[in-house]
Protein backbone atom coordinates (compact mmCIF):
# COMPACT_ATOMS: atom_id res chain seq x y z
CA UNK A 1 0.00 0.00 0.00
CA UNK A 2 1.87 2.94 -1.00
CA UNK A 3 0.77 6.14 1.28
CA UNK A 4 2.25 8.66 -1.18
CA UNK A 5 2.30 8.16 -4.83
CA UNK A 6 3.26 10.04 -7.91
CA UNK A 7 3.12 9.88 -11.74
CA UNK A 8 5.52 9.25 -13.59
CA UNK A 9 8.04 8.66 -11.70
CA UNK A 10 10.10 10.23 -15.09
CA UNK A 11 9.48 12.64 -17.13
CA UNK A 12 11.79 13.59 -20.01
CA UNK A 13 10.74 16.16 -22.25
CA UNK A 14 11.42 19.09 -24.64
CA UNK A 15 11.88 22.91 -23.94
CA UNK A 16 8.81 24.85 -23.89
CA UNK A 17 6.35 22.19 -23.66
CA UNK A 18 3.20 21.41 -21.08
CA UNK A 19 3.77 18.65 -18.26
CA UNK A 20 1.40 17.85 -15.35
CA UNK A 21 2.79 15.69 -12.42
CA UNK A 22 -0.16 14.00 -10.73
CA UNK A 23 0.26 13.15 -6.86
CA UNK A 24 -2.31 11.11 -4.10
CA UNK A 25 -1.99 9.97 -0.61
CA UNK A 26 -4.43 7.26 0.91
CA UNK A 27 -3.37 8.62 4.37
CA UNK A 28 -6.26 10.61 4.96
CA UNK A 29 -4.31 13.55 5.65
CA UNK A 30 -5.44 17.03 4.90
CA UNK A 31 -2.32 19.01 3.79
CA UNK A 32 -0.59 18.47 1.08
CA UNK A 33 3.01 19.88 -0.84
CA UNK A 34 5.01 20.02 -3.51
CA UNK A 35 8.82 20.22 -3.41
CA UNK A 36 11.19 20.68 -5.67
CA UNK A 37 14.81 19.67 -4.93
CA UNK A 38 17.84 20.37 -7.05
CA UNK A 39 20.60 18.88 -8.34
CA UNK A 40 22.86 19.58 -4.99
CA UNK A 41 20.07 17.97 -2.86
CA UNK A 42 18.44 21.02 -2.05
CA UNK A 43 14.67 21.05 -0.62
CA UNK A 44 12.33 23.78 -1.25
CA UNK A 45 8.85 24.12 -0.66
CA UNK A 46 6.86 25.51 -3.62
CA UNK A 47 2.84 25.17 -2.39
CA UNK A 48 0.80 23.37 0.26
CA UNK A 49 -2.63 23.06 0.17
CA UNK A 50 -4.85 22.54 3.41
CA UNK A 51 -8.27 20.89 2.89
CA UNK A 52 -7.89 21.69 -0.99
CA UNK A 53 -7.15 25.48 0.02
CA UNK A 54 -3.90 27.14 -1.08
CA UNK A 55 -2.17 28.20 2.24
CA UNK A 56 1.60 28.30 0.93
CA UNK A 57 2.72 29.32 -1.97
CA UNK A 58 6.41 30.18 -2.33
CA UNK A 59 7.98 32.32 -4.97
CA UNK A 60 7.50 30.11 -8.06
CA UNK A 61 7.43 31.25 -11.61
CA UNK A 62 3.85 31.15 -12.43
CA UNK A 63 3.90 28.22 -15.10
CA UNK A 64 3.94 26.66 -12.03
CA UNK A 65 0.27 25.79 -11.48
CA UNK A 66 -1.29 23.19 -8.56
CA UNK A 67 -4.46 22.19 -8.51
CA UNK A 68 -6.24 20.09 -6.15
CA UNK A 69 -9.64 18.47 -6.63
CA UNK A 70 -9.95 16.92 -3.43
CA UNK A 71 -8.26 16.23 0.15
CA UNK A 72 -6.45 13.15 -1.41
CA UNK A 73 -4.71 15.10 -4.77
CA UNK A 74 -2.51 17.50 -5.55
CA UNK A 75 -1.55 17.77 -9.01
CA UNK A 76 1.51 20.02 -10.43
CA UNK A 77 1.08 21.72 -13.80
CA UNK A 78 4.08 23.21 -15.78
CA UNK A 79 4.05 25.08 -18.31
CA UNK A 80 6.36 26.61 -21.27
CA UNK A 81 9.35 24.17 -19.26
CA UNK A 82 12.64 25.67 -19.04
CA UNK A 83 15.83 23.94 -18.68
CA UNK A 84 15.98 25.15 -14.87
CA UNK A 85 13.01 23.16 -13.81
CA UNK A 86 15.27 20.22 -14.33
CA UNK A 87 14.30 18.40 -10.98
CA UNK A 88 13.28 15.91 -8.58
CA UNK A 89 9.86 17.34 -7.33
CA UNK A 90 8.18 15.45 -4.48
CA UNK A 91 4.68 15.79 -3.45
CA UNK A 92 4.23 15.16 0.77
CA UNK A 93 1.23 15.05 2.96
CA UNK A 94 0.64 15.52 6.51
CA UNK A 95 -2.31 15.94 8.74
CA UNK A 96 -3.17 18.75 10.50
CA UNK A 97 -1.45 21.46 8.04
CA UNK A 98 0.77 23.92 9.16
CA UNK A 99 0.67 24.20 12.80
CA UNK A 100 1.04 21.04 13.47
CA UNK A 101 3.60 18.92 15.31
CA UNK A 102 3.22 15.53 12.95
CA UNK A 103 5.43 14.53 11.00
CA UNK A 104 5.30 15.00 6.54
CA UNK A 105 4.92 11.58 4.40
CA UNK A 106 6.91 11.86 1.08
CA UNK A 107 6.15 10.14 -2.15
CA UNK A 108 9.01 8.60 -4.20
CA UNK A 109 9.57 11.75 -6.18
CA UNK A 110 8.81 12.53 -9.97
CA UNK A 111 12.61 13.14 -11.94
CA UNK A 112 11.68 15.80 -14.51
CA UNK A 113 14.64 15.93 -17.34
CA UNK A 114 14.42 18.83 -20.00
CA UNK A 115 16.27 18.67 -23.16
CA UNK B 1 16.28 35.44 10.03
CA UNK B 2 15.77 32.49 11.33
CA UNK B 3 17.57 29.29 9.96
CA UNK B 4 18.68 25.85 9.97
CA UNK B 5 22.47 24.72 9.91
CA UNK B 6 23.83 21.21 9.57
CA UNK B 7 27.25 22.46 9.17
CA UNK B 8 28.91 19.32 8.00
CA UNK B 9 27.94 18.48 4.00
CA UNK B 10 29.43 14.89 4.51
CA UNK B 11 30.17 12.62 7.45
CA UNK B 12 32.01 9.66 7.00
CA UNK B 13 32.16 6.75 9.70
CA UNK B 14 33.15 3.57 10.31
CA UNK B 15 30.68 0.47 10.58
CA UNK B 16 29.94 -0.27 14.03
CA UNK B 17 31.30 3.49 15.13
CA UNK B 18 28.44 5.78 16.88
CA UNK B 19 27.86 8.39 14.41
CA UNK B 20 26.32 12.21 15.05
CA UNK B 21 25.15 14.21 12.51
CA UNK B 22 24.69 17.50 13.39
CA UNK B 23 21.63 20.54 13.61
CA UNK B 24 21.70 23.77 14.81
CA UNK B 25 19.18 25.97 14.52
CA UNK B 26 18.09 29.94 15.05
CA UNK B 27 14.63 30.42 15.73
CA UNK B 28 12.66 32.49 17.74
CA UNK B 29 9.71 30.99 19.69
CA UNK B 30 9.50 27.35 20.68
CA UNK B 31 10.20 24.94 17.81
CA UNK B 32 9.09 21.86 16.65
CA UNK B 33 12.15 19.74 15.35
CA UNK B 34 12.43 16.98 12.56
CA UNK B 35 14.94 14.78 11.20
CA UNK B 36 14.52 12.70 7.69
CA UNK B 37 15.92 10.41 6.12
CA UNK B 38 16.75 10.15 2.09
CA UNK B 39 17.75 7.24 0.59
CA UNK B 40 19.06 7.16 -3.23
CA UNK B 41 16.22 7.70 -5.58
CA UNK B 42 13.71 7.90 -2.98
CA UNK B 43 11.14 10.40 -0.92
CA UNK B 44 12.40 11.44 2.64
CA UNK B 45 11.10 9.34 5.62
CA UNK B 46 10.73 10.62 8.68
CA UNK B 47 12.85 9.23 11.78
CA UNK B 48 12.20 11.52 14.57
CA UNK B 49 10.75 14.72 16.65
CA UNK B 50 10.92 16.55 19.61
CA UNK B 51 8.15 18.52 20.53
CA UNK B 52 8.36 19.11 24.28
CA UNK B 53 9.38 16.69 26.98
CA UNK B 54 12.18 14.86 27.14
CA UNK B 55 15.08 16.14 25.78
CA UNK B 56 16.61 12.68 24.35
CA UNK B 57 14.11 11.21 21.90
CA UNK B 58 14.14 7.74 19.72
CA UNK B 59 13.73 7.16 16.76
CA UNK B 60 13.40 4.43 13.78
CA UNK B 61 16.50 2.10 12.96
CA UNK B 62 18.03 2.89 15.91
CA UNK B 63 18.36 6.58 16.16
CA UNK B 64 18.15 9.08 18.47
CA UNK B 65 18.38 13.04 18.96
CA UNK B 66 19.18 14.66 21.75
CA UNK B 67 17.28 18.84 21.50
CA UNK B 68 19.89 21.31 23.43
CA UNK B 69 17.68 24.24 24.36
CA UNK B 70 20.79 26.52 25.36
CA UNK B 71 23.20 25.28 22.70
CA UNK B 72 20.12 25.44 20.41
CA UNK B 73 20.73 22.22 18.86
CA UNK B 74 19.56 18.90 18.03
CA UNK B 75 21.76 16.20 16.55
CA UNK B 76 20.91 13.03 15.52
CA UNK B 77 23.00 10.27 16.95
CA UNK B 78 23.20 6.37 16.60
CA UNK B 79 25.33 4.01 19.22
CA UNK B 80 26.45 1.61 16.03
CA UNK B 81 26.08 2.67 12.53
CA UNK B 82 25.65 -0.07 9.99
CA UNK B 83 26.41 0.49 6.29
CA UNK B 84 22.25 0.66 5.18
CA UNK B 85 22.57 3.74 7.05
CA UNK B 86 23.86 5.31 4.50
CA UNK B 87 21.81 8.10 3.25
CA UNK B 88 21.63 11.92 2.96
CA UNK B 89 19.83 13.07 6.23
CA UNK B 90 17.76 16.09 6.82
CA UNK B 91 17.03 18.07 9.86
CA UNK B 92 14.13 20.22 9.27
CA UNK B 93 12.82 22.92 12.04
CA UNK B 94 9.01 24.15 12.64
CA UNK B 95 8.34 27.68 13.95
CA UNK B 96 5.80 30.42 14.48
CA UNK B 97 4.91 31.94 11.97
CA UNK B 98 4.11 36.02 13.43
CA UNK B 99 0.77 37.07 13.28
CA UNK B 100 -0.38 33.42 11.56
CA UNK B 101 -2.06 32.17 15.19
CA UNK B 102 -1.77 28.11 14.33
CA UNK B 103 0.65 27.97 11.62
CA UNK B 104 4.20 27.48 11.49
CA UNK B 105 6.66 27.89 9.19
CA UNK B 106 9.30 24.79 8.25
CA UNK B 107 12.41 25.73 7.49
CA UNK B 108 14.72 22.92 5.86
CA UNK B 109 18.57 22.03 6.34
CA UNK B 110 20.51 21.75 3.43
CA UNK B 111 21.10 18.17 4.16
CA UNK B 112 24.10 16.20 5.33
CA UNK B 113 25.65 12.98 3.42
CA UNK B 114 25.99 10.17 5.77
CA UNK B 115 28.50 7.51 4.50
CA UNK B 116 29.09 4.52 6.25
CA UNK B 117 32.06 2.44 5.31
CA UNK B 118 32.81 -1.91 6.05
Known amino acids: DTAVSQTPKYLVTQMGNDKSIKCEQN?????MYWYKQDSKKFLKIMFS???????INETVPNRFSPKSPDKAHLNLHINSLELGDSAVYFC??????????????FGDGTRLSIL | AQSVAQPEDQVNVAEGNPLTVKCTYS??????LFWYVQYPNRGLQFLLK????DNLVKGSYGFEAEFNKSQTSFHLKKPSALVSDSALYFCAVRVPRPGAGNNRKLIWGLGTSLAVNP
Open chain 2, 50 to 53: YITG
Open chain 1, 27 to 31: LGHDT
Open chain 1, 92 to 105: ASSQDGWGSNQPQH
Open chain 2, 27 to 32: VSGNPY
Open chain 1, 49 to 55: YNNKELI
